[in-house]
């Protein structure tokens, strides 16, 4: 069980070297082993490259019948981009398969397990099985939900602030959160925020090593001609207004109109178009009613709230997360904390539970 741990935890180490770039399929590590040696390893590095199955055994530099297989996620058994992962590992000759957990895809589901035990092959499936559903959160949101994966960044003064009393909020965090921040829209499909954070601040929105989508909530279509998003990357731009909005020509950008509900737009049917459209996580870093559009909706699946060592105060100041609030009945809990130091500011890292008894 020990050594089964180990490599399990190897694959997952693996797998999250691709991080931000396998969408929409999971991440995914493989290690095989060999008369208690480790002769191969790999992982899936691309949406249409190789599974991390094949490239182990692509890459064992020796027979690898008898072995043992390692991998988070179990194998697929039908054909999409690649061939089934399952077959070959059929053929390969290995003897056992250690599973972390089960894919939750339909066509998947305890499939292959079927197919490698009714091949002869041992499969032990479940052990690390908490971490590596975590490693893959925006999967398994996605494939048990039918929804993207939503997280909400904020950037807040201590005493929960977003903005000054006279409008003032560059910048509330220091340099380092604001890298480490950036460093977060790699792991995502599309950043999105509300119309006033771009008349405001003219946003990139591009991460550090990718160039996410971008998703704007402008219900009267009332983006600037001249904002960096539109100007810039009108290609992997989407925007979603309203049907009321008096509608204008926005080259190479797609604008979605929706009806308004309760005098906004409802953010599950933005979540269902986005999802329709191959969007399988969502990073929402602004403002704070469209953040609380999220959270009222219970739509909210992680956090990052940064904050700062600063008291703004002023009754006008603008709260982090804005609308019209929740009871403490209905409030979420955040649980899994975590909490580390970034620079001279904090991060509070966290997955609001909303089914409170």
């Given at each position: 069980m020990k050594r089964d741990i180990y490599f399990l935890k190897k694959t997952l180490e693996l797998a999250k070297r691709a991080e931000g770039h396998t969408s929409p399929n999971p991440m995914v590590g493989a290690v095989i082993l060999k008369n208690n040696k480790e002769i191969s390893c790999g992982f899936h590095k691309k949406s249409g490259k190789p599974h991390a199955e094949i490239e182990a055994i692509n890459n064992a530099r020796i027979n690898i019948k008898g072995a043992t297989l390692y991998i988070n996620l179990e194998p697929c058994c039908h054909f999409g981009r690649t061939p089934p992962c399952v077959d070959k590992i059929i053929e390969s000759g290995i003897r056992r398969v250690v599973i972390a957990t089960l894919d939750p895809n339909p066509v998947v589901h305890g499939k292959s397990v079927s197919k490698l035990k009714k091949a002869g092959i041992k499969v032990s499936v479940g052990c690390f099985s908490k971490q590596a559903r975590r490693l893959n959160e925006v999967f398994f949101k996605n494939m048990e939900a039918k929804r993207p994966f939503v997280v909400v960044k904020l950037a807040q003064s201590l005493d929960g602030k977003i903005a000054a009393a006279g409008g003032e909020s560059k910048w509330i965090t220091?340099?380092?959160?604001?890298?480490?921040?950036?460093?977060?829209?790699?792991?995502?499909?599309?950043?999105?925020?509300?119309?006033?954070?771009?008349?405001?601040?003219?946003?990139?929105?591009?991460?550090?090593?990718?160039?996410?989508?971008?998703?704007?909530?402008?219900?009267?279509?009332?983006?600037?001609?001249?904002?960096?998003?539109?100007?810039?990357?009108?290609?992997?731009?989407?925007?979603?207004?309203?049907?009321?909005?008096?509608?204008?020509?926005?080259?190479?950008?797609?604008?979605?109109?929706?009806?308004?509900?309760?005098?906004?737009?409802?953010?599950?049917?933005?979540?269902?178009?986005?999802?329709?459209?191959?969007?399988?996580?969502?990073?929402?870093e602004g403002g704070s009613c469209t953040a609380a559009n999220f959270f009222e909706e219970k739509l909210v699946d992680k956090v990052h709230f940064f904050i700062a060592p600063i008291i703004l105060g002023g009754k006008s100041a603008l709260t982090s997360i804005g609308g019209q609030g929740l009871s403490l009945r209905d409030c979420p809990e955040v649980s899994e904390l975590r909490i580390e130091k970034i620079g001279q500011d904090m991060l509070i890292t966290g997955y609001p539970y909303y089914d409170k008894k």
């Amino acid at each position: 069980m020990k050594r089964d741990i180990y490599f399990l935890k190897k694959t997952l180490e693996l797998a999250k070297r691709a991080e931000g770039h396998t969408s929409p399929n999971p991440m995914v590590g493989a290690v095989i082993l060999k008369n208690n040696k480790e002769i191969s390893c790999g992982f899936h590095k691309k949406s249409g490259k190789p599974h991390a199955e094949i490239e182990a055994i692509n890459n064992a530099r020796i027979n690898i019948k008898g072995a043992t297989l390692y991998i988070n996620l179990e194998p697929c058994c039908h054909f999409g981009r690649t061939p089934p992962c399952v077959d070959k590992i059929i053929e390969s000759g290995i003897r056992r398969v250690v599973i972390a957990t089960l894919d939750p895809n339909p066509v998947v589901h305890g499939k292959s397990v079927s197919k490698l035990k009714k091949a002869g092959i041992k499969v032990s499936v479940g052990c690390f099985s908490k971490q590596a559903r975590r490693l893959n959160e925006v999967f398994f949101k996605n494939m048990e939900a039918k929804r993207p994966f939503v997280v909400v960044k904020l950037a807040q003064s201590l005493d929960g602030k977003i903005a000054a009393a006279g409008g003032e909020s560059k910048w509330i965090t220091g340099e380092h959160a604001r890298k480490f921040a950036r460093k977060l829209r790699d792991k995502y499909d599309c950043v999105l925020v509300g119309i006033n954070t771009v008349i405001k601040d003219n946003p990139r929105l591009n991460g550090v090593k990718k160039n996410p989508y971008k998703v704007v909530i402008d219900p009267k279509l009332r983006i600037p001609k001249d904002a960096y998003i539109l100007k810039n990357d009108s290609q992997k731009l989407i925007i979603f207004a309203s049907t009321k909005a008096k509608k204008k020509s926005l080259k190479n950008t797609k604008v979605f109109f929706i009806k308004e509900e309760k005098g906004k737009l409802p953010v599950k049917e933005i979540l269902s178009i986005l999802n329709q459209h191959g969007i399988t996580s969502v990073f929402v870093e602004g403002g704070s009613c469209t953040a609380a559009n999220f959270f009222e909706e219970k739509l909210v699946d992680k956090v990052h709230f940064f904050i700062a060592p600063i008291i703004l105060g002023g009754k006008s100041a603008l709260t982090s997360i804005g609308g019209q609030g929740l009871s403490l009945r209905d409030c979420p809990e955040v649980s899994e904390l975590r909490i580390e130091k970034i620079g001279q500011d904090m991060l509070i890292t966290g997955y609001p539970y909303y089914d409170k008894k």
